[in-house]
């Protein structure tokens, strides 16, 4: 039994240390690429805001359309050819998870 | 006393020459966009001279120089406006002038430092020495309260600024020859969504780029009571656009003999112009969605970096053959091309590597790279004589 969680916490001490290199991938996306437009601190630039404030009362399934397909007649452009819809998750949460 | 002594030193430590007299035409600033800071770099010696922190969200930061090339003027994204002494590295005046900024301009004569603002949306004018607001110009109301972004400011002959609207589809001329109160030439209806724009290095026209439409616009600043003209209407025509994950940037724009290179939006080409009768006349079919193209000086090549997927790869096109020459890959996150005034040297922001690279452009080898932190712009002091830069 001891050594069974021994082994967990080694399990999860990699995990603990680091961001999984997915999640890096995505972080740096959203900082630099996403931000390009709206703001590395997400407070808008060409695009509009992207504060955990400003996308409150839009559902989730909102924006992952917007971000999958882009906004028609603006710079928003669709990223599905560049992510998944997981992906799409993962960065739904994270501005949620940042005021 | 000792806390003098302790700031002397302090210099001292930031400038190891500082006792020693100097010029500043081999200087430079790269901006270190996440860690809201700037390197000091000397081009010619490859070396990074210094750091000058504290300069706020510098994501999509621009600068201009005084023309005296002693100081850089940073535009940052939260509205800052940091006037930073090139021999001291220190910052010498800062104002956050508005919540959201896109870069900005300074005037013919060295006396204005105008902002191109997003939040209020606006112009703002700074005296250059003391950043003192001297003329505040608010932009047209788009109807929800707000008023339109601005885009595309620069400098023109005769103490002008010219800029445009990107919610209400204007250009505006202030004109700032009488004083610190402009006299504004409005042009409306120029064309949908006018998203960046360049001034011609010999300051007569002002061509800017539309979003919303295939085309650009063109104002002929010997001859603003002529309005302004679209050229390349719909030069993409029937093809449906490819998507853009970066906007193009048209300063820093290429020409080469009587022929510009600009990067096409929405198409992965670069559209060749023939001036002054600004008629298309190829369109050279590159990697992906060009963000900058730039001429070396002197014309020969032309180098272009892309926008997402292809941001690892740069294209050198041959300007006599219309072709591309080269394709290079210095590495991941290529955001910024700065050439040395006579164009012997390029030096490449390489943000995924946390590098800049310094490469010759005639063999087109890297020489060197030294070491930064998410680089985006590299602004070279020579920048201060062009008219547009």
Same mark, same amino acid.
Request: hydrophobic letters at 45%; charged letters at 25%; aromatic letters at 8%.
């Given at each position: 039994?001891?050594?069974?969680?021994?082994?967990?916490?080694? *399990?999860?001490?990699?995990?603990?240390?680091?961001?999984?290199?997915?999640?890096?991938?995505?972080?740096?996306?959203?900082?630099?690429?996403?931000?390009?437009?709206?703001?590395?601190?997400?407070?808008?630039?060409?695009?509009?805001?992207?504060?955990?404030?400003?996308?409150?009362?839009?559902?989730?399934?909102?924006?992952?359309?917007? *971000?999958?397909?882009?906004?028609?007649?603006?710079?928003?452009?669709?990223?599905?050819?560049?992510?998944?819809?997981?992906?799409?998750?993962?960065?739904?949460?994270?501005?949620? @998870?940042?005021? | 006393?000792?806390?003098?002594?302790? @700031?002397?030193?302090?210099?001292?430590?930031?400038?190891?020459?500082?006792?020693?007299?100097?010029?500043?035409?081999?200087?430079?600033?790269?901006?270190?966009?996440?860690?809201?800071?700037?390197?000091?770099?000397?081009?010619?010696?490859?070396?990074?001279?210094?750091?000058?922190?504290?300069?706020?969200?510098?994501?999509?930061?621009?600068?201009?120089?005084?023309?005296?090339?002693?100081?850089?003027?940073?535009?940052?994204?939260?509205?800052?406006?940091?006037?930073?002494?090139?021999?001291?590295?220190?910052?010498?005046?800062?104002?956050?002038? @508005?919540?959201?900024?896109?870069?900005?301009?300074?005037?013919?004569?060295?006396?204005?430092?105008?902002?191109?603002?997003?939040?209020?949306?606006?112009?703002?004018?700074?005296?250059?020495?003391?950043?003192?607001?001297? !003329? +505040?110009?608010?932009?047209?109301?788009?109807?929800?309260?707000?008023?339109?972004?601005?885009?595309?400011?620069?400098?023109?002959?005769?103490?002008?600024?010219?800029?445009?609207?990107?919610?209400?589809?204007? *250009?505006?001329?202030?004109?700032?020859?009488?004083?610190?109160?402009?006299?504004?030439?409005?042009?409306?209806?120029?064309?949908?969504?006018?998203?960046?724009?360049?001034?011609?290095?010999?300051?007569?026209?002002?061509?800017?780029?539309?979003?919303?439409?295939?085309?650009?616009?063109?104002?002929?600043?010997?001859?603003?009571?002529?309005?302004?003209?679209?050229?390349?209407?719909?030069?993409?025509?029937?093809?449906?656009?490819?998507?853009?994950?970066?906007?193009?940037?048209?300063?820093?724009?290429?020409?080469?003999?009587?022929?510009?290179?600009?990067? !096409?939006?929405?198409?992965?080409?670069?559209?060749?112009?023939?001036?002054?009768?600004?008629?298309?006349?190829?369109?050279?079919?590159?990697?992906?969605?060009?963000?900058?193209?730039?001429?070396?000086?002197?014309?020969?090549?032309?180098?272009?970096?892309?926008?997402?997927?292809?941001?690892?790869?740069?294209?050198? *096109?041959?300007?006599?053959?219309?072709?591309?020459?080269?394709?290079?890959?210095?590495?991941?996150?290529?955001?910024?091309?700065?050439?040395?005034?006579?164009?012997?040297?390029?030096?490449?922001?390489?943000? +995924?590597?946390?590098?800049?690279?310094?490469?010759?452009?005639?063999?087109?080898?890297?020489?060197?790279?030294?070491?930064?932190?998410?680089?985006?712009?590299?602004?070279?002091?020579?920048?201060?004589?062009?008219?547009?830069?």
């Amino acid at each position: 039994m001891l050594r069974l969680s021994m082994l967990l916490a080694l *399990i999860a001490l990699p995990a603990l240390a680091a961001e999984p290199v997915a999640e890096q991938r995505l972080r740096h996306l959203l900082d630099h690429d996403c931000g390009s437009c709206h703001g590395m601190t997400r407070k808008g630039g060409l695009g509009l805001p992207l504060t955990a404030e400003a996308l409150d009362g839009r559902s989730d399934d909102d924006l992952a359309y917007v *971000i999958l397909n882009g906004v028609p007649g603006t710079p928003m452009p669709p990223w599905a050819p560049l992510l998944t819809p997981g992906d799409v998750d993962w960065i739904i949460r994270e501005l949620r @998870s940042r005021p | 006393m000792n806390r003098l002594l302790a @700031s002397l030193f302090l210099v001292a430590l930031a400038w190891p020459a500082a006792a020693e007299p100097r010029g500043t035409g081999d200087l430079g600033i790269v901006i270190e966009r996440a860690a809201g800071r700037v390197a000091v770099v000397d081009r010619a010696k490859v070396a990074r001279l210094a750091t000058v922190e504290g300069l706020g969200d510098l994501s999509h930061a621009a600068a201009v120089f005084s023309p005296d090339e002693r100081f850089a003027y940073v535009f940052g994204r939260d509205g800052g406006l940091t006037k930073i002494d090139l021999l001291t590295a220190t910052v010498a005046r800062r104002v956050v002038q @508005s919540g959201n900024s896109i870069g900005g301009a300074i005037s013919e004569d060295g006396r204005l430092i105008a902002v191109a603002n997003y939040e209020p949306g606006g112009v703002r004018v700074f005296d250059a020495d003391s950043l003192e607001l001297v !003329a +505040d110009i608010p932009a047209t109301e788009r109807g929800d309260g707000k008023r339109s972004k601005v885009v595309g400011l620069e400098d023109a002959p005769g103490n002008r600024f010219v800029f445009s609207l990107y919610d209400t589809d204007e *250009i505006w001329v202030a004109d700032f020859s009488a004083g610190a109160t402009p006299a504004v030439t409005r042009f409306t209806g120029i064309g949908r969504q006018p998203y960046d724009a360049l001034v011609t290095e010999d300051g007569r026209f002002y061509v800017a780029g539309l979003f919303g439409e295939d085309g650009l616009v063109l104002l002929d600043l010997w001859h603003p009571e002529r309005g302004t003209r679209r050229i390349l209407d719909g030069y993409g025509r029937g093809e449906q656009p490819l998507p853009v994950y970066k906007m193009p940037h048209l300063e820093g724009w290429a020409v080469a003999g009587n022929l510009a290179f600009l990067p !096409a939006i929405g198409r992965h080409e670069v559209l060749v112009v023939e001036l002054p009768s600004w008629k298309q006349v190829a369109a050279i079919p590159v990697k992906g969605q060009p963000v900058f193209a730039m001429a070396r000086p002197g014309g020969r090549h032309v180098w272009v970096n892309f926008a997402l997927p292809d941001n690892a790869t740069v294209q050198v *096109i041959d300007t006599e053959t219309l072709t591309v020459a080269d394709t290079l890959t210095p590495g991941p996150g290529v955001l910024h091309m700065e050439f040395s005034p006579r164009g012997d040297r390029v030096w490449l922001s390489v943000r +995924d590597k946390d590098e800049v690279q310094v490469w010759d452009a005639a063999s087109r080898r890297a020489l060197g790279a030294l070491p930064a932190d998410k680089p985006s712009g590299i602004f070279f002091t020579s920048r201060a004589h062009r008219i547009g830069l």
